[in-house]
């Protein structure tokens, strides 16, 4: 057959210098927007204020937006399947509300953790079961969720934040470092490798892309679409219970209102990175550097003395201006 | 018939590509104007020229009625007098027959409300020009195929359109809707509008056109009237090689081994509007290819849907003598047996996604024996059936949604020949791809029987059919009509069972 360049093909096409290549090569990764956005905002903070450059400061915004950047792992994954997670936020706080029943009932620290991450996996498989099973739109499902596990720490504390004894050790997780570096952030870097790679490299993250990308292609090649979708709400369940551990290991308090609204923040770094709500586009580096994004805004609007109150509306404008963005090159590439 | 449109020597650079250059095109009014060439061969191009989509270098001349004129966009062109109907239909399943024709420019009343009364009034006058039998206030989500193109039609003719292009109007019409469009189109000529009619399909170029124009590499190569064209002249004109014969020379390759066999084969709880498929038995040989006609609606995908899991059904299915269980795709795909769909972009492919991603999403174990994929044995894999399939890409990092419909189409069967499957399913393989990508189809289907596989080819195209088939079932209304031995099948006696 005969076959002639379409404009699109001919555009697209590599250049085929090694430089050439190489440069448009790295032009190709969406992660590079928001990179970029990062550096200007890191640049335009450092220069306005002394403060923001130090291993201390840098460190305590690391270990602030880890909780939201672990968490964005598991919904960056849900997101690219093309579902959303909306009961993050309340499943990390029930997750650390459990491990602080666990600790005010004497029960062993690992029984206490692993009843976290058993909250968190019991959350995700109910709400896959509800996506799969009975098929209810993944927002409806999760937001049904969202209220459940809200509820039912409201019942469980009355209101009143739970304050156990727990031993020293367990209190490092959220608190302690390893070397300079929060051991949350060390968490939060490890996790990203991991994922990364199941992305990139494994059979489930392929089945991942190709369920959100289309899902009844996927399903007649043989995906099993629906254990895939079960198992990435699982995944953000578990995820998020192990953000509530560290949440309760960092503070030592189990408050009720604990993770309240967080899939926002969640959802926005996930999106700030890249990642399409219609499904089969994102990365978990993306939805790292999404969150990484947010935290350093809040934590420049402190160190410049910018009116707190204004801090969110800073925030919002920066989403819109990264993601418009990125929508804009995707379609000026032609793809 | 005056000259209503005029084009000379039209040009279209795209960066790095030149996609037409210096075309000449004369529409006139009451005359069906056949554009034929091979995909890519600036078809589309220069059908969005005409409607404004696109802006024609500077150089070329559009004239309407002689006098030259810029066409500024699709609002423009329309109010020209330019009208065009996709081969994917645009429309609002939820609102009504009227709501669609008149969509974006509803009557009002003075209160600014909308003028229901009238809008369906006057919905109901175009619908009967066209002489359809459809009330105005029916939600266009009940209509058929053919009856929500007879909408498109009626909504160009609301607009008061001098000219109509059509493109592909055929390709998702069952054979009775296209009669009906080929009498609406005859229709349309008589009141004086003229229609450009694009089509891979030459038959229906010799039914209704009266003039033909060729193109090929961006260049009109003619321009005739259609008593002056034959078959084989036109297929020269547009590839520019000697095709001895649009289908090659049949082998038969089937044994007496039976490969699959099914039984009672019913649908379990047809949808409203679906064929009720019931009790289809029959066997596919090993090395057989295996025909299915049927009209669009008789339920051929149906039946395949239901041996692919797709679709609940009773009935038994053997595969090699043993009786399986189908519940999903993935148990049929288990049990050796491969599906290219129909629908290339909703079902076939994951269009985000590159070749390689594409090609290997079948069979993406052989790639990774542990968690991991290993990606160099996943390309070099893929780039041998880039090679032997002749798949036209830069490389196998390329996303699929940038090739042309042949080559999506190859990848579809790549992805399912590289699983070496014992049955494979091929529904319409040739739809919308131009005829040099259609013989190549059809030579690897031969080859890949040959190889000892099953095949079963559904196709509403029946040349098709007839030219790769060793029998023919037939459908009708959901049932085995006739089978055809391979010597007995003609196109008269096919058609007979498929309609009588």
Known sequence: MIVRD????????????????????????????????????????????????????????????????IMSIGMVMVIITGGIDLSVGSVMGLSSLVTALGFQSGL???????????????????????????????????????????GLMYIITHGVPLTPDTPDVFAEIGQGYVGLVPVPVVIMLAMTIVFSV?????????????????????????????????????????????????????????????????????????AIGGASLAGGVGSVEGAIIGAALAGIIANGVVLMNINTYAQQAITGAVILIAVSLDVWRSRSKGA | MSLFLEMRDVSKTFPGVRALNKVDLEVRLGEVHALAGENGAGKSTLMKIMTGVYTADPGGRILIEGEPIVIRDAVHARALGISIIYQELSMVENLTVAENIFLAREPLRASGFLDKARMNREAAEVLATLQMDVSPVTPVAQLSMGQKQMIEIAKAISYRSKIIIMDEPTASLSHHEAVTLMGQIRRLRQQGIGIVYITHRLDEIFEIADRVTILRDGSTVDSLPIAEVTRDILVRKMVDRELSQLYGKHVCHATSEVLLDVKGLTLDQPRPHQAKVKNIDFSLYRGEVLGFFGLIGAGRTEIMEMIFGMRASTGTIAIDGRQVAIHEPSDAIAHGIGFVTEDRKGQGLVLGMNVRENFSLTHL????????????????????????????????????VNLSGGNQ???????????????????????????????????????????????IVISSDLPEVLAVSDRVIVIKDGR?????????????????????
């Open chain 2, 365 to 400: 174990e052989a790639y990774s024996p542990n968690f991991f994929v290993n990606r160099q044995k996943e390309t070099a894999r893929c780039r041998d059936f880039v090679k032997s399939l002749g798949i036209k890409t830069p490389s196998t990092e390329q996303r699929v």
């Open chain 2, 409 to 455: 189409q190859k990848i579809v069967i790549a992805k399912w020949v590289a699983r070496s499957p014992k049955i494979l399913i091929v529904d319409e393989p040739t739809r919308g791809i131009d005829i040099g990508a259609k013989a190549e189809v059809h030579a690897l289907l031969a080859r890949l029987a040959s190889d000892g596989m099953g095949i």
């Open chain 1, 108 to 150: 062993p620290t690992a029984v206490c953790i692993l009843g976290g991450l058993a909250t968190g996996l019991l959350f995700g498989l109910f709400n896959g079961v509800l996506i799969t099973v009975i098929r209810l739109p993944p927002f409806i499902a999760t937001l049904g969720s969202l209220s459940i596990g809200r």
């Open chain 1, 198 to 270: 199941v992305m990139r490299k494994t059979r489930f993250g392929r089945h991942v892309y190709a369920t959100g990308g289309n899902e009844m292609a996927a399903r007649l090649s043989g995906v099993k679409t629906g254990r895939v979708k079960l198992l990435v709400y699982m995944l953000s369940g578990l995820i998020a219970g192990l953000a509530g551990i560290v949440s309760f290991s960092r503070y030592l308090s189990a408050e009720p209102a604990s993770g309240f609204g967080a899939e926002l923040d969640v959802i926005a770094a996930a």
């Open chain 1, 6 to 69: 379409s404009p699109a093909t001919a555009v697209l096409r590599p250049r085929h210098t090694a430089v050439g290549g190489r440069v448009s090569a790295l032009l190709q990764v969406r992660e590079l927007n928001v990179l970029t956005a990062l550096l200007v905002v890191v640049a335009l903070i450092s220069f306005s204020t002394p403060y923001f450059l130090t291993t201390d400061n840098l460190m305590g915004v690391f270990r602030s937006f880890s909780l939201i950047a």
């Open chain 2, 480 to 500: 085995i009509s006739q089978t055809f031995e391979r010597a007995q099948a003609s196109q008269e006696t096919i058609m007979e069972a498929a309609t009588a």
